[in-house]
């Protein structure tokens, strides 16, 4: 009995709550009956989903999330992604025990009520008010089922959320009013297996039939009697009572649930007390959802299509709508990766580096005068444990890369010979190079004030017998690094960072590369597909594609599909005909005779050029034939392994060269990637052979015996011949160093000083 004051009435506070319970009886009550139904619930008409197709126009569900499936250009299916586990199920696929069991702990009164239960709501009032507090609920399963309807409609925006769950006044008139005209249309049945289908289980589950497979890994009709007593306990508090954590408290809970079921007669006392002392016996399955998941070593591309539908204006102005749509699913996205390509590019890397490695490798390929990306890999895989990564080296930061990309030594200078070529300057151009000099200084930027040499810094080549002259297709075979620091000193840095912006060539944080001399060595980080899509540029004859990743999308509505627009490749032309077709005949040199060798395709045209930075931390390949564009990058992630002395994929390396690791993995991408398909030619220019070499070959692996090893890209790098002739002997210690400031380091500390 309620405590009565001396006056024999009842306290203010219990008065107060009476009336509040009264009043809200009433207010429900007289909402579902008088007022306008439409527009109040804020949920928009988006649509049915299998099993909610039967609710009231007057109260759409919001279009559940589905799954979204990710295909190849060939149809095949890489990976299912969805922001809920739901699998929707009819009320005679879930067993009875879990249907009695969900009724008896949320609702034991279901069946004899209305969509209001007047006497669980005087109860509760009256509860409260003696506790003093919120202790009691009384909501229905109707109630309930509204309810969800808004945490759906919410997302997973937590301010809308907290709205939608939010206790005021308002929001249960709003639940008490759609209860009504739920129960009115719906029926028992119905309702409870739109609850069961929509409600949240724990563990990534939602709905009855994913909470089944999660926990018991079997469908929800076949869940006995304690499992389902189980899953209904957990709804009241998913986190709370999850047994897979906490195996404890989800018993506790268990038996309470079966202790109910027991006390409204939907079991008998012996069956409770037997399904109590069973153990738990789970059976957790891992939900198979996401990136993680895709086939063929596709999940950085699909995580890389992921980021591109969340931050691309063309799938909504705002990144709360492309967010909202990308959850609510229901998409088939089908991508421009070549299973072929793919293939090739995951089995070069896995018999090239393994992923218990200390470094990594990623690779990329691009359709050139498409941009279409089709194919992608890196040697550590798609997870969260040893060994495995979330980053995607293939790619920017924004886009789920590394924090900078990765230094490119000397695969940058062919932009800088673009550069000079697009200035005038002749295929045969030449240049003193000295084996060592000092930056030329000035030199003419973008701006008004020229780059100063202020601190005298030099520069050397890989071996003291790479010393000029030297014309433009000695040097580019070579790699002498002295003699792209005078060439873009000639030019001046302006031209040369023209280019790069029309080529997209941008740091792996987002930056523009700084306008200093050095920049031709090839030291700011660059991620793989930039690189690949900006040497694509020379195979499509100076057409620059940008990168896309996604050639079509239809989404479910209402039953039928609708196509959604997609980014389109946007092509510019980024240098002339003649020039892009010089500097194919360049970088085809580079593959013939340079230090590209080992790399170099037998059967079909192609061109190429190898990179190798300070300290041997990073090694590059990027080459293209006429028809498809790779660029290969093998280092330490976070740049803190110097490659001599190493263990690369079970083989051992004294020192890694650009052409010897990330070259071959190119070579068996390509080949791989290109079987069966056409052979088309470069347009090559005819430049003249320069005069016979006047010194030792340092790295050309030409007739004389040289390896074929990439000459020094940035600094203090070691890559040529082993010998000053070619055949052996000892290298000297470079001695010249970068800019202060110029190399950004990986780890997000700013720039580091090399020497």
Same mark, same amino acid.
């Given at each position: 009995?309620?405590?009565?004051?001396?006056?024999?009435?009842?306290?203010?506070?219990?008065?107060?709550?009476?009336?509040?319970?009264?009043?809200?009886?009433?207010?429900?009550?007289?909402?579902?009956?008088?007022?306008?139904?439409?527009?109040?619930?804020?949920?928009?008409?988006?649509?049915?989903?299998?099993?909610?197709?039967?609710?009231?126009?007057?109260?759409?569900?919001?279009?559940?999330?589905?799954?979204? /499936?990710?295909?190849?250009?060939?149809?095949?299916?890489?990976?299912?992604?969805?922001?809920?586990?739901?699998?929707?199920?009819?009320?005679?696929?879930?067993?009875?025990?879990?249907?009695?069991?969900?009724?008896?702990?949320?609702?034991?009164?279901?069946?004899?009520?209305?969509?209001?239960?007047?006497?669980?709501?005087?109860?509760?009032?009256?509860?409260?008010?003696?506790?003093?507090?919120?202790?009691?609920?009384?909501?229905?399963?109707?109630?309930?089922?509204?309810?969800?309807?808004?945490?759906?409609?919410? $997302?997973?925006?937590?301010?809308?959320?907290?709205?939608? /769950?939010?206790?005021?006044?308002?929001?249960?008139?709003?639940?008490?009013?759609?209860?009504?005209?739920?129960?009115?249309?719906?029926?028992?049945?119905?309702?409870?297996?739109?609850?069961?289908? &929509?409600?949240?289980?724990?563990?990534?589950?939602? $709905?009855?039939?994913?909470?089944?497979?999660?926990?018991?890994?079997?469908?929800?009709?076949?869940?006995?009697?304690?499992?389902?007593?189980?899953?209904?306990?957990?709804?009241?508090?998913?986190?709370?009572?999850?047994?897979?954590?906490?195996?404890?408290?989800?018993?506790?809970?268990?038996?309470?649930?079966?202790?109910?079921?027991?006390?409204?007669?939907?079991?008998?006392?012996?069956?409770?007390?037997?399904?109590?002392?069973?153990?738990?016996?789970?059976?957790?399955?891992?939900?198979?959802?996401?990136?993680?998941?895709?086939?063929?070593?596709?999940?950085?591309?699909?995580?890389?299509?992921?980021?591109?539908?969340?931050?691309?204006?063309?799938?909504?102005?705002?990144?709360?709508?492309?967010?909202?749509?990308?959850?609510? %699913?229901?998409?088939?996205?089908?991508?421009?990766?070549?299973?072929?390509?793919?293939?090739?590019?995951?089995?070069?890397?896995?018999?090239?580096?393994?992923?218990?490695?200390?470094?990594?490798?990623?690779?990329?390929?691009?359709?050139?005068?498409?941009?279409?990306?089709?194919?992608?890999?890196?040697?550590?895989?798609?997870?969260?444990?040893?060994?495995?990564?979330?980053?995607?080296?293939?790619?920017?930061?924004?886009?789920?890369?590394?924090?900078?990309?990765?230094?490119?030594?000397?695969?940058?200078?062919?932009?800088?010979?673009?550069?000079?070529?697009?200035?005038?300057?002749?295929?045969?151009?030449?240049?003193?190079?000295?084996?060592?000099?000092?930056?030329?200084?000035?030199?003419?930027?973008?701006?008004?004030?020229?780059?100063?040499?202020?601190?005298?810094?030099?520069?050397?080549?890989?071996?003291?017998?790479?010393?000029?002259?030297?014309?433009?297709?000695?040097?580019?075979?070579?790699?002498?690094?002295?003699?792209?620091?005078?060439?873009?000193?000639?030019?001046?840095?302006?031209?040369?960072?023209?280019?790069?912006?029309?080529?997209?060539?941008?740091?792996?944080?987002?930056?523009?590369?700084?306008?200093?001399?050095?920049?031709?060595?090839?030291?700011?980080?660059?991620?793989?597909?930039?690189?690949?899509?900006?040497?694509?540029?020379?195979?499509?004859?100076?057409?620059?594609?940008?990168?896309?990743?996604?050639?079509?999308?239809?989404?479910?509505?209402?039953?039928?599909?609708?196509?959604?627009?997609?980014?389109?490749?946007?092509?510019?032309?980024?240098?002339?005909?003649?020039?892009?077709?010089?500097?194919? /005949?360049?970088?085809?040199?580079?593959?013939?005779?340079?230090?590209?060798?080992?790399?170099?395709?037998?059967?079909?045209?192609?061109? %190429?050029?190898?990179?190798?930075?300070?300290?041997?931390?990073?090694?590059?390949?990027?080459?293209?034939?006429?028809?498809?564009? %790779?660029?290969?990058?093998?280092?330490?992630?976070?740049?803190?392994?110097?490659?001599?002395?190493?263990?690369?994929?079970?083989?051992?390396?004294?020192?890694?060269?650009?052409?010897?690791?990330?070259?071959?993995?190119?070579?068996?991408?390509?080949?791989?990637?290109?079987?069966?398909?056409?052979?088309?030619?470069?347009?090559?220019?005819?430049?003249?052979?320069?005069?016979?070499?006047?010194?030792?070959?340092?790295?050309?692996?030409?007739?004389?015996?040289?390896?074929?090893?990439?000459? $020094?890209?940035?600094?203090?790098?070691?890559? $040529?011949?082993?010998?000053?002739?070619?055949?052996?002997?000892?290298?000297?210690?470079?001695?010249?160093? &970068?800019?202060?400031?110029?190399?950004? %380091?990986?780890?997000?500390?700013?720039?580091?000083?090399?020497?």
């Amino acid at each position: 009995m309620p405590k009565k004051l001396s006056g024999g009435g009842l306290s203010p506070t219990q008065q107060a709550a009476k009336f509040l319970g009264v009043s809200v009886l009433a207010g429900a009550v007289m909402a579902g009956i008088a007022l306008p139904a439409a527009g109040a619930l804020g949920l928009a008409a988006k649509g049915s989903v299998q099993g909610f197709d039967e609710i009231p126009d007057n109260l759409k569900s919001p279009a559940l999330s589905q799954r979204t /499936t990710i295909l190849d250009n060939q149809g095949g299916q890489i990976a299912t992604v969805y922001s809920r586990d739901r699998t929707v199920v009819d009320l005679k696929s879930i067993s009875p025990y879990m249907q009695k069991a969900i009724v008896a702990i949320e609702d034991s009164r279901f069946y004899q009520h209305g969509a209001v239960d007047l006497k669980g709501i005087l109860r509760a009032v009256n509860q409260n008010a003696q506790n003093g507090g919120v202790a009691q609920g009384a909501s229905t399963l109707t109630q309930q089922l509204v309810k969800n309807y808004f945490v759906e409609e919410a $997302g997973d925006d937590p301010t809308k959320v907290a709205q939608a /769950t939010q206790q005021t006044l308002g929001r249960k008139i709003r639940e008490l009013k759609y209860a009504i005209q739920l129960e009115e249309k719906l029926g028992k049945k119905k309702i409870l297996e739109n609850y069961l289908n &929509i409600t949240f289980f724990g563990e990534q589950a939602y $709905g009855v039939e994913a909470a089944a497979q999660r926990y018991f890994s079997k469908p929800a009709k076949d869940l006995n009697l304690q499992q389902s007593a189980l899953l209904a306990g957990i709804v009241q508090s998913p986190s709370r009572y999850d047994p897979v954590n906490d195996e404890a408290e989800a018993i506790k809970r268990r038996n309470t649930v079966l202790q109910r079921m027991a006390e409204v007669h939907d079991i008998s006392p012996q069956e409770a007390d037997a399904a109590q002392n069973a153990k738990l016996d789970l059976k957790v399955s891992q939900p198979k959802n996401g990136c993680i998941t895709a086939v063929k070593g596709a999940s950085f591309f699909c995580r890389y299509v992921e980021n591109v539908f969340l931050t691309d204006p063309v799938f909504g102005k705002t990144k709360e709508e492309r967010a909202k749509l990308w959850n609510q %699913g229901g998409l088939t996205i089908r991508t421009t990766l070549d299973p072929q390509s793919q293939k090739a590019v995951q089995d070069s890397i896995k018999s090239h580096v393994n992923k218990s490695d200390s470094v990594a490798t990623a690779a990329t390929l691009v359709q050139p005068g498409t941009g279409k990306i089709v194919g992608m890999g890196q040697s550590r895989p798609y997870g969260y444990g040893k060994n495995e990564t979330e980053y995607n080296y293939s790619v920017d930061r924004d886009m789920g890369g590394s924090n900078f990309g990765f230094p490119t030594g000397s695969t940058f200078k062919p932009f800088v010979a673009a550069a000079a070529l697009e200035e005038g300057r002749p295929a045969t151009q030449e240049y003193d190079s000295p084996y060592k000099m000092s930056y030329p200084s000035p030199v003419q930027t973008c701006g008004s004030k020229p780059w100063t040499n202020q601190r005298n810094e030099t520069l050397t080549n890989e071996s003291t017998s790479e010393e000029g002259p030297y014309p433009l297709k000695t040097a580019m075979a070579k790699s002498v690094n002295t003699y792209f620091v005078q060439m873009i000193s000639d030019i001046g840095i302006c031209p040369v960072v023209k280019l790069t912006d029309k080529l997209h060539v941008v740091q792996g944080n987002g930056d523009k590369l700084p306008e200093v001399p050095a920049i031709t060595l090839g030291s700011k980080g660059i991620s793989p597909l930039t690189m690949a899509s900006a040497y694509a540029t020379f195979a499509s004859r100076g057409m620059y594609c940008s990168p896309i990743a996604i050639e079509s999308i239809t989404q479910q509505v209402d039953g039928k599909q609708k196509s959604l627009e997609v980014p389109k490749s946007t092509c510019t032309r980024a240098m002339s005909e003649t020039t892009a077709d010089t500097v194919n /005949t360049l970088l085809s040199g580079v593959i013939d005779s340079g230090t590209g060798q080992q790399a170099g395709l037998s059967d079909r045209a192609n061109a %190429g050029k190898t990179g190798t930075t300070d300290e041997r931390r990073n090694a590059w390949f990027v080459g293209y034939t006429p028809n498809l564009a %790779g660029a290969v990058w093998v280092g330490s992630p976070k740049q803190n392994v110097k490659m001599s002395g190493i263990s690369i994929g079970g083989v051992y390396h004294a020192l890694v060269y650009g052409g010897e690791v990330p070259g071959p993995i190119w070579k068996d991408a390509m080949t791989g990637a290109l079987a069966g398909k056409d052979s088309p030619s470069f347009n090559l220019i005819d430049i003249p052979d320069p005069e016979p070499d006047h010194g030792g070959d340092g790295g050309d692996g030409g007739d004389d015996g040289g390896d074929g090893r990439d000459g $020094g890209d940035q600094g203090n790098t070691v890559d $040529g011949n082993n010998g000053s002739n070619g055949n052996g002997g000892k290298l000297p210690t470079p001695s010249f160093s &970068i800019p202060e400031g110029f190399i950004q %380091g990986q780890n997000g500390t700013g720039g580091h000083h090399h020497r």
